[in-house]
């Protein structure tokens, strides 16, 4: 059974706060991503790896980094959280070239108040 | 870039089928994926389809493709109060690095007894 599990359900930070999100997979898959969900918008990617230590941009980088130095953990950083990061956070996992299943985790509730 | 567009909300008595909509921009898409998102949950793959196939079927669910209308469909045939969700389309490209998909707004689905 694959698992990915994100490190929190819920969180609440205040504005300016450092936010680390954590994401560990157990299936040795080579892609890992980071989306957040946001009524009427889906899914957006913020960040995606395809190897350790390598990083790419998607669709809304800002206000975002990611780090991977262990194949099986991706961290998504809030280097100054603000209010419009409130979101809920996905991570998402997939097998090299294109395979036909992602694996998601339970996602994040973040509240930036 | 790509884009996924889904309509925002179905509503559907138990027993009919319900019919959700995609339409997609990105030609070079090769694969094309269909997953759920229950309540406090992250999401599944329900069913995916090559972009060289027209129509997949699978138990209570037909996945229909139009490539040249880049419009995709799924239906649910005897929908049940289980199947309320929210439906996100879904495609990827295997010109995309590290086999990033690009999701649609997500369709919320009510099942009324």
């Known amino acids: 059974d694959v698992k990915v599990t994100q490190s929190s359900r819920y969180l609440v930070k205040r504005t300016g706060e450092k936010v680390f999100l954590e994401c560990v997979q157990d299936m040795d898959h080579e892609n890992m991503f980071w989306y957040r969900q946001d009524p009427g918008l889906g899914l957006r990617l913020i960040y995606f790896s395809y190897d350790v230590k390598m990083k790419e941009k998607g669709d809304i980088p800002e206000g975002y980094s990611v780090s991977r130095e262990k194949k099986e953990r991706f961290s998504l950083i809030l280097e100054s959280a603000s209010t419009n990061q409130t979101s809920m956070y996905l991570c998402a996992i997939t097998q090299g070239g294109v395979s036909t299943e992602a694996f998601f985790g339970q996602g994040t509730r973040l509240t930036v108040v | 870039g790509e884009d996924v567009e889904q309509s925002l909300f179905l509503s559907v008595r138990e027993g009919d089928s319900s019919v959700i909509n995609c339409t997609y921009t990105?030609?070079?898409?090769?694969?094309l994926y269909w997953y759920k998102q229950e309540p406090g949950a992250g999401l599944q793959l329900l069913t995916y389809i090559f972009s060289n196939m027209d129509m997949k079927q699978d138990q209570r669910l037909t996945v229909l493709l139009n490539k040249k209308d880049k419009h995709l469909s799924l239906r649910i045939a005897d929908t049940q109060t289980g199947d309320s969700a929210i439906y996100f389309c879904a495609e990827s490209s295997k010109e995309a690095a590290g086999n990033k998909l690009t999701f649609g707004g997500g369709t919320r689905v009510l099942v009324k007894p």
């Open positions: 990105d030609s070079s898409s090769t694969y």
